[in-house]
């Protein structure tokens, strides 16, 4: 019996092409994008569970709010770790994580900036049970100036000799020793960037009990059974125990008093396996995925099915009336309402299978883009998982089962008399049904369109926007820091070169390269305890002229002010956060000045607001220090007004040369890395358009076969039309009509959805364009437009047809 | 073997009631050639859909080989037809999917029967019906006649107890409609029990008895005196 249907099956398959083809195509496109989804969607959430007992393993972090500002990040004291083994029960263990910047480590003649540099606790490898090719977990990093390095870079440094014992010289201050080796951290971890871990032993003393100074990261192992609520009810404890005395011992603030002024000092718990997807605050050692974005484009990857699965619906349903005559033959004959079922379903079951395997082919076409635009190496895991062909194989059963029931369904209840008696018409309710699903695909295209619009014209917006500073012509060198003292002959080479403009040291690129310290100020002269967190830059002479700031009031620090060193600069936004009537005669007072002694700072100048971060953030209050050491930074910015720029780059490199002792030369072009800071939403952008486009290909091939199908079934009722006096143009707009209503009503179910899902997106945005009409009313006349064309062809072909013919038919 | 009383079939739609059967006494005995006549819209379409049940009747007594036809449930119809009854019709109604011997098969596989069987039975029919040589072709490659006497072997092929032929000549031409009568005949004759409803006199005549139908009932009966028992 199923060989027969199988026959049947394959001989309808082959007989009716264009439905099989739509059907097959449709199907496959929504698996393959199903798939390549699921592959992407495995892979984030595989992030850190790699870690035997990882469900145990939880991040401290911070979550305070001084003034009007509010902070969250997962940073914390160096005390930490050792108060929660101490003092709270079911912690196993806890140990500390810090990356005090990139030093320059040299091995003979190699020379590298190390940008995965890491302080780490001696039972670090006790907590993230990583792979150690040499060494014993439970010493390697006991030892002062012991290092564990991975394999990776053991072999740049050593090629193939034995790294164990062997002596890396850290910016020419310090020697390491090699004292362990690591397989490379897996890639699906929230610390993978980290290749060389430096023991902690021996830097004890330095603020290790300041319980006021946020700079390490604190990780705890747990026994099985204690919650990240367990943890977090344990915490107030410690701050009570510990921070309030600090608090009011080093920023000469009373404790209760901050928390009555609205004040919050508290520590959050988050689970390790969540950093990569979920993590608080804006600080990452690299760049987490976004949870939102993962889930909502998993569902539109199965809409994206669904929609292809709804063309299989529905044009089954309208081509069942061609397969009228043959149920009720079946029946007639004895075929049981069961074995009606079975046998429709090995059809959309086999024509499912079929779209699997199209799929899978495409997805492997598609995969090395996928590759490219994720930055993963995704494969389709077609043997190396015992699960992935059986699941495949289920997959294609469910999806044929979810295509073809409803249609199958429908055809075994035809009544044998009337199909064979030919006096049968089609059933309101499945036209009804029909509708909606049409509908229910337009809508998700139309929603897919708009929010590709919308994402369009906010990025157009960001990329535009006036920064309040020329973010163009400058190319920045990276670590520098190892010239020292010769930083400022460097520079002012540098400055003399044909093309250069101006150069300014810097500890960090604005936006581009890590975040602006935070710290409290208050006026001087007010209460104490309404101190007010800003952002600090440290800056020299040339910051201003390099990067185009425009001053309000006031000056720039000048070298003819020695003071200058003493001095600070405002933004507006600082301005308005004191509430300062007249800036440029304030003075502000830093709580813990370089002797721990409050430190009186008068404002010389206030520069107009510019966006030191994305505009995804607001404009805060900023205050700009001079950096009063021989020479600064790990950055040189240098501004240039030549149209020559290969030129420029050559004689930069070449001086570069000249004082780096065969330091790699590194650098990049600050627009372009400005630039990129928004990969994350040019990312969702380019998701948006795909998955537009592919929703409304999909949509479309189902509208096209469903009105080959209309076409045909409303031959007789076009040919009565014609005979009573319709022109052709007439039967095109009464053929069109209809479908213009359905995508019109799409457009309005639509609307309201990518309204507010838009709405939500462009919250993320402190900067953002208004939604306006315009973008729905695009998308809308798109849809109207791409559905009327792609109905046109048939519309055209039933309206030109012979009503002779047409009256003839049945 | 089948045998109506005051058999009734009323169609309602929302605004009209149509009486399509009146009272009809029919019996149907075994080894009988029974021609229905009358003239379009008279019930015969109706009534051969009853004696297939294919439909149920509004009222009255059914009994199809002592069934009673009135108290079985869908199950229990499509078993009785699926054992019992071949079907042969107007416009030939073959798969156009199927080949002729698939066609011919299909009944058979609905019943279950091995394939060695299968292959013999059908191929046995075809041989009788004449279209042995067009076995693997398919409908719409063959001529009116070739076809429905194709559906005729696929109406033969499960040994029903009757054949329910409805119009089996309106689409041929005189020859090939004058083959499939003869076919018809010939199988009577070995003793197959056969209902057709039909326009033409002419054919009619090859009936051990015919009933004329107007208005859904019954005006009269003629007996040819040719039925042996």
Redesign the interface.
Known sequence: ?IK?YL??AI??LV?YKVFSFINVLGLATGVAVCLLVMLYVSDELSWDRHFSDSENIYRVGLHGRLGEQELIDPITPPPMAAALIAEIPGVVSATRLQNPGFPVLRYEEKVFSEEGFAWADSNFFNVFQLQLLRGDPKTVLRHPNHLVITESVAKRYFGDDDPIGKVLNADRRADYTVAGVLADIPRNTHFSSMNIFLSTSGRQGRGEDMWVNNNVMTYVRVQDGITKADLEAQMPQLVEKYVAPQVERFMGMDFQQFLNNGGLWSYYIEPVTDIHLKAQGSMKIEPGGDYTWLVLFSVVGVFLLMIAIINFINMSTARSLYRA??V?????????RG?LITQFLTESVLTAIMAVIVGVLMAQLALPALREFTGKPLQIPYLTAGWFMPELLLAAIIIGILAGIYPALVMANFD??KV??GSFHRSRSSIVLRKALVIFQFSVSIVLLIGTLVVRGQLSYVMHKELGFNKNGILVVEKTDDLQTQASTFKEQIRQLPGVVGVTGNQNIMAVQQHENITPYNVQGEDANQQNLVWQKIVDHDFADVYQLKMKAGRWFSRDFPTDSGAIILNEAAVRSFGLDDPTTAVLTHPRGPNQEPQQLPVIGVVKDFHFETLHEPIKPLVFVMWDGPYIGRYQSIRYNTNNFPALLASVTTKWKEFSNNQAFEHFNYDESFDNLYQADIQTRTLFSVFALLAVFVASLGLYGLAAFNAVQRTREIGIRKALGASSGNIVVLLGKEIMNLVITSALVATPIAWYLMREWLAGFAYRIQLSPTPFLYSAFAAIMIALLTVSYQSMKAAMGDPVRALKYE | MIRTSKLTKVFRTEEVETTALNQVDLEVRKGEFLAIMGPSGCGKSTILNILGLLDTPSGGEFYFLDHDILKANDKERTALRRNHIGFVFQNFNLIDELSVFENVELPLLYQNVPAAERKQRVDELLGKVGVAHRRNHFPQHLSGGQQQRAAVARALVTKPAVILADEPTGNLDTKHGEEVMALLSDLNDEGTTIVMVTHSPEYARHADRIVNLLDGEIQNIQDNGSYKG
Not at chain 1, 328 to 336: C, D, H, Q
């Open positions: 019996m027969n026959k049947v001989r309808n007989k005559r043959e009720g033959l079946r029946k007639t004959i004895g075929a049981s074995q044998p008399v064979l008696k």
